[in-house]
């Protein structure tokens, strides 16, 4: 929490709203709703983490922040985001109402990883791993990638910095797919799966080919249940 004044008011709340969004209290002394709503303000406030700060005007002593506010009340509570005002209200509220204004501002930013792993091109993704080796998107995208680009094994050495996940195993799948050569034409689907069905007791290559086959089917594809009940029935 800082005391921002008429002086300090561009740096403290402006400039710094440019990277964390901030709370504006402007409050006065004589103002008993003011001494209520304060300490409610500065919990939740202290209770993001400082993914929320706040910053305390006394409407008295700083005439000029309370002119640019067109305050007309006390207490009177903006949010400031990027230079600009983004919300606020006027009044004394309860703690449940000022956490869901506070809570609105404090929704998580992207990190340069995530930024990194959004733009998807592989030297975003090795500079992301570079940042957070284990980083579970960054695997999977560069993991997917490798497979696209003809490396299996690389793909599958990356999956191994992160703990499996629906989508880990997709991938995986498709990397061991990729290095047995196995490519499935959709028009004959259920044909290589039954054919695979008959080895699977006996031959641990065709049932790893058939479970990583039914892993990279659509979650929604209603065969997925049917053959995996099939491979259970001929195992147990």
Known sequence: MIEATDSTFQRDVLDRSEH????????????????????????????????????????????QVSAAFQVQSIPAVYAVKGGKVVDGFVGALGEPAVAEFVGRLASP???????????????????????????????????????????????????????????SRQVAAEARLASQNVEVD?????????????????????????LDILETMSADDPRRATYRRALATKLF
């Open 186 to 210: 959709p028009r004959n689907l259920d044909e290589h799966l039954n054919d695979l069905l008959g080895k699977v007791r006996q031959d641990e290559a065709s049932r790893q080919e058939f």
């Open 109 to 167: 930013v992207n990190s340069e990883i995530d930024d990194l792993v959004a733009a998807g091109d592989e030297a975003s993704l090795l500079r992301a791993l570079e940042m957070q080796s284990d980083h579970p998107a960054a695997v999977v995208a560069l993991a997917r990638l490798r497979v696209d680009q003809g490396d299996p094994a690389g793909a599958l050495d990356l999956l191994t910095r992160i703990p499996e996940t629906a989508e």
């Open 20 to 63: 964390v969004p901030v709370v504006v209290d402007l409050w006065a002394p004589w103002c008993g709703p003011c001494r209520t709503l304060g300490p409610i303000i500065e919990r939740v406030v202290e209770a993001t983490g400082g993914a929320v700060e706040l910053a305390k005007v006394n409407v008295d002593e700083n005439p």
